[in-house]
């Protein structure tokens, strides 16, 4: 069965430095996101992409995120200058187009980030 | 404010017991879908099920369903005939809005652990 994949599982960075993680997501989903976990809190939506560009925000995703599409296959969040407060669990998912308002977005296995 | 409330406290179910997990929802939208997820220990984030705001039968898959009131703006999970792999914490979450909202708001979660 196709998946959402997530690298790394696991990355420490220091304060103030910038960090890329990266999904691949299910190759026929057009629709791709990314939340944030952090732990032992909710799931929270950062960015949804689709076509291309943005297409809708948070406002937690500010000008220390970015969003990346570069080939045809990965999808990618920057954080330029993390922080302590973006140490969490970070979730790609992906969705096909939805048809009829129905779609189900499919949860890669998480990237956790860890800022020292 | 809460989009998505989830307040029960950790539950212990015996094992073959039936479970449900309360969730309510905040929307004034008359097109929205409501998801459970499964977050297991690991960290990943299972898909269980789907229940649109026009759908007017329940839905279910397999061992879970959704007891949707939509008057009075719940959607329960129910678990039937425990596992001891069914463990985990359980996120209800809602997409608001016309198929070209994507962005899925979660609640805080219900803990489940299965007893033998």
């Known amino acids: 069965e196709p998946e959402v994949t997530q690298t790394p599982s696991h990355q420490v960075t220091q304060m103030g430095q910038e960090v890329i993680l990266r999904c691949v997501p299910i190759?026929?989903?057009?629709?791709f996101y990314w939340y944030r976990q952090i732990l032992g809190q909710k799931v929270e939506f950062l960015v949804s992409?689709?076509?291309?560009?943005?297409?809708?925000k948070s406002e937690i995703f500010d000008d220390q995120f970015s969003v990346e599409r570069p080939d045809g296959s990965n999808f990618t969040l920057k954080i330029r200058s993390t922080k302590l407060e973006d140490s969490a669990m970070y979730f790609c998912a992906s969705s096909e187009v939805p048809v009829g308002g129905y779609y189900e977005q499919y949860f890669g296995p998480g990237t956790r980030l860890t800022v020292t | 404010a809460q989009k998505i409330t989830q307040t029960q406290p950790g539950m212990f179910v015996q094992e073959k017991e039936a479970v449900t997990l309360d969730c309510t929802y905040d929307?004034?939208?008359?097109?929205?879908?409501l998801f459970w997820y499964k977050q297991p220990s690991s960290g990943e984030m299972i898909f269980l099920i789907y229940q649109g705001s026009y759908d007017e039968q329940n839905a279910t898959e397999g061992r879970y369903s959704l007891n949707f009131q939509k008057a009075r703006k719940s959607a329960n999970l129910v678990i039937s005939a425990s596992q001891l792999g069914d463990s985990a914490m359980y996120f209800c979450?809602?997409?608001?809005?016309?198929?070209?909202?994507?962005?899925?708001?979660f609640g805080k979660g219900n803990q489940v652990v299965v007893i033998p």
């Open positions: 190759s026929n989903h057009l629709y």
């Open positions: 929307t004034s939208d008359q097109s929205y879908g």
């Open positions: 992409f689709y076509n291309n560009e943005i297409s809708e």
């Open positions: 979450a809602m997409r608001e809005g016309p198929y070209g909202n994507n962005r899925l708001a």
